[in-house]
């Protein structure tokens, strides 16, 4: 689904992502961890067209992407989320969600001036669909606040629902529990797993090493930009490599024993 | 009935009463002068309105001045120099301003926020130097304009008749951006403006957007444009300043953001004040910046705030009365 070539990217001096390959099957959810400064965000942001790669390809749907605008790669259906909430601060929850929709209208922009059937009857049933999916996040009641009232679990996960709404065969997840409490992770949690049934391959960054390890498929490790591991949670658990990027190098304690959680 | 079909139907009526009036106040109301300032509140309003749809997408254009130019002096000069009659002429007009504002909107297309306003600044002060620099366009010399030709038998050449004319447009300017703006392509603007990453993260294509907002809001301009020189007469480049941009953009500031009644209040209220204050030009002037400063200060949202403002205000004496009656 997603193949990732020798993908490289400097900034001036520093070498953010180097040298980085693999592939993602359709279907799967598949973790990218790595310590601080490794290099997440940018393969993110350079999956998503908001970085241009120094060098490498990417290849979605056997289609190069690399280059691309990011709402070019969010029409061919690779829809990313942000780390940090990012929404629109003075819209509501529904202007918000329903903004999402922008690449599901079929109909044109004089049709919804004038307010054609078919242009209100489309309209009606995103707006239904959006209230649907307020309801699932309990924020039905909610609907017309502003979203900066809303608690930051709810602006989290309405992030979510948003790059859902613009219907993706691939959503990238930047650390979607970010500053979460534990109920929201689980609800979070929940609606990634609810997410791939549907048939939509996941990919996410995230720093909750336990979460990656319940939920993931496959995980990538990745450190000073490089890719240091990569295969099954349990897989990548017990690598050395793995555990000195996050534990650091125990001189007293060679055996490997260490394992983390 | 629910309370949104009976408030739809106050509103429609509210509308109606509202067109009655602007239709028949010339007739009442038989003063040149009147007549007069009513067309430059129109104009205003069309100005303020097409610079607000810009900013809407989140550009802080600030050059209005650069396609009313255009429009006013493509007029004179197919008119002059090709010899075309009005009608014929704005179709070329907007043309031209469409390619103007097409390559316009692309050179600018990576730029944003206070560098955007500046290009803008920047681009109006070309054209009007280009017109100065320009002895085909005429330079400092002033032009002159005849007014419309008749069209379909009504005689444009009368205040009243450019009254009507003008009022027609701002009827179906100010509907069809109001849509626009309830639309969902309004909503697309909207998270455009406030958040450009997240637009394109759902696959907005903001260049476009932008382009094709920068193309109507030029195309409005221009029409006005092509009014205000056959209305007045005569047009120099004196008329298309930096100054006249300013107070395009005033107007909107004036008059409110939230929706699309602030620049048509705002456009009365900039052209009426200047009129209504006394004495010599200069001690207007102080006036005149002294009520927009207080205005702006009490008024943060504009002319379009003051009922919410003074409903709160009231309420708020209202909350207080009796505690501090109890109190004693």
Redesign the interface.
């Known amino acids: 689904m997603l193949e990732v070539r020798k993908l490289t990217k400097r900034f001036g001096g520093l070498t953010a992502v180097n040298n980085l390959s693999f592939e993602v099957e359709r279907g799967l959810i598949v973790g990218l961890i790595g310590p601080n400064g490794a290099g997440k965000t940018t393969v993110f942001n350079l999956l998503?067209?908001?970085h241009k790669p120094s060098e490498g390809d990417i290849i979605f749907n056997k289609k190069k992407i690399s280059g691309m605008?990011?709402?070019k790669i969010?029409?061919r259906g690779l829809?990313?989320?942000?780390q940090l909430v990012?929404?629109?601060?003075?819209?509501t929850a529904i202007?918000?969600l329903?903004?999402?929709?922008?690449?599901q209208?079929r109909?044109g922009?004089l049709a919804?001036?004038?307010?054609t059937n078919k242009a209100r009857s489309e309209?009606q049933e995103l707006w239904d669909k959006a209230i649907e999916i307020l309801k699932e996040m309990k924020l039905d009641k909610r609907w017309n606040q502003s979203v900066s009232s809303l608690p930051h679990g709810n602006q989290k996960a309405l992030g979510m629902a948003?790059?859902l709404?613009?219907k993706p065969t691939m959503i990238l997840l930047d650390e979607p529990t970010a500053g979460m409490n534990a109920t929201e992770r689980a609800s979070v949690i929940k609606a990634i797993h609810r997410t791939r049934e549907t048939g939509v391959t996941v990919m996410l960054v995230e720093h909750d090493l336990k979460m990656v390890m319940g939920v993931c498929d496959r995980v990538i490790v990745m450190n000073f930009g490089h890719k240091i591991s990569e295969g099954t949670p349990e897989e990548v658990s017990k690598n050395e490599e793995v555990i000195k990027a996050y534990l650091g190098y125990d001189e007293t304690n060679r055996s490997g024993k260490t394992v983390y959680n | 009935m629910n309370e949104v079909a009976v408030k739809t139907i106050k509103r429609s009526f509210a509308y109606f009463i509202g067109l009655i009036f602007l239709l028949s106040i010339p007739l009442i109301v038989k003063s040149a002068y009147f007549h007069h300032l009513l067309i430059m509140i129109g104009l205003a309003a069309l100005l303020g309105m097409s610079n607000r749809l810009i900013i809407n997408s989140g550009a802080w254009f600030m050059g209005m001045a650069a396609f009313y130019a255009i429009g006013a002096y493509g007029l004179v000069l197919l008119r002059e120099k090709v010899g075309m009659d009005y009608w014929s002429a704005v179709p070329v007009i907007g043309l031209i301003t469409a390619a103007i504002a097409l390559g316009l909107g692309y050179a600018t297309s990576r730029v944003r926020g206070i560098p955007f306003a500046i290009i803008s600044v920047a681009f109006a002060e070309v054209i009007r130097l280009t017109i100065i620099k320009t002895p085909f366009l005429g330079g400092h010399k002033a032009w002159v304009c005849p007014p419309p030709e008749p069209i379909f038998g009504i005689t444009l050449s009368s205040k009243i008749g450019i009254y009507y004319l003008i009022l027609v447009l701002c009827v179906i300017v100010g509907f069809?951006f109001h849509?626009?703006e309830k639309?969902?392509?309004g909503?697309?603007l909207?998270?455009m403006a406030?958040?450009e990453?997240?637009?394109?993260?759902?696959?907005?294509?903001?260049?476009r957007y932008k382009v094709v907002v920068l193309m109507v809001g030029a195309l409005v301009a221009s029409l006005t444009g092509t009014l205000f020189a056959s209305y007045i007469g005569i047009i120099g480049p004196t008329s298309f300043s930096l100054m006249t941009s300013v107070i395009i953009l005033m107007t909107i500031v004036i008059g409110g953001m939230a929706n699309i009644w602030g620049p048509i209040i705002g456009a009365a209220f900039v052209t009426l004040l200047p009129e209504i204050l006394p004495g010599q030009a200069a001690d207007q002037n102080i006036a005149y910046a002294t009520i927009v400063l207080l205005t702006l200060f009490w008024l943060r949202e504009g002319l379009i705030s003051l009922p919410k403002q003074l409903k709160t205000y009231f309420e708020g004496r209202a909350a207080h009365k009796p505690a501090s009656i109890s109190g004693r």
Do not use: D
């Open positions: 998503s067209g908001y605008k990011p709402n969010a029409s829809v990313r989320t942000f990012n929404l629109v601060k003075n819209g202007s918000n329903l903004a999402g929709y922008h690449l209208r109909a922009i919804t001036i004038v307010k309209e948003i790059a709404a613009a | 069809l849509r626009l639309s969902p392509t909503n697309a909207m998270t406030e958040n990453e997240l637009a394109e993260s759902i696959g907005i294509n903001t260049t």
